[in-house]
């Protein structure tokens, strides 16, 4: 996979209301068939058989836009260092509780079975 090119095109002609798209990159793919569940009347996705995709999305979806260039003083770094470990360490406990939730449910339903 590595040594496969992988690359997403957008085509839009002046004047058309819809742009065209393919990608074989996951970001791309992911992102798109997101939008096509959330968005099922707006947009045509075809997957290929080796997993891309392609099709058309409305021409005023298409944004440029760079990121935005965030200058921080090393207290604010650290500060924001630390919200997002003790995020991150909240989402895991989370993940803990539901397994630990979801196999006991099953271990409840399974001892009725019995």
Do not use: C
Not at 37 to 65: C, E, F, Q, T
Not at 67 to 84: F, H, I, P, Y
Request: without cysteine; aromatic residues 6%; glycine residues 6%.
């Amino acid at each position: 996979m590595n040594d496969e090119i992988r690359e997403t095109v957008f085509e839009h002609a002046s004047g058309v209301r819809t742009f065209t798209y393919s990608s074989s990159e996951k970001k791309w793919i992911n992102e798109i068939l997101r939008l096509s569940k959330k968005h099922p009347n707006d947009m045509d996705v075809y997957v290929n058989k080796d997993g891309s995709i392609y099709g058309h999305i409305p021409a005023d979806w298409l944004r440029i836009k760079p990121k935005k260039k965030v200058n921080m003083t090393d207290e604010q770094r650290e500060a924001s260092k630390a919200r997002l470990e003790k995020g991150r360490i909240k989402r895991l406990q989370n993940l803990d509780g539901d397994e630990k939730a979801d196999s006991g449910k099953d271990l409840n339903a399974h001892e009725n079975d019995t």
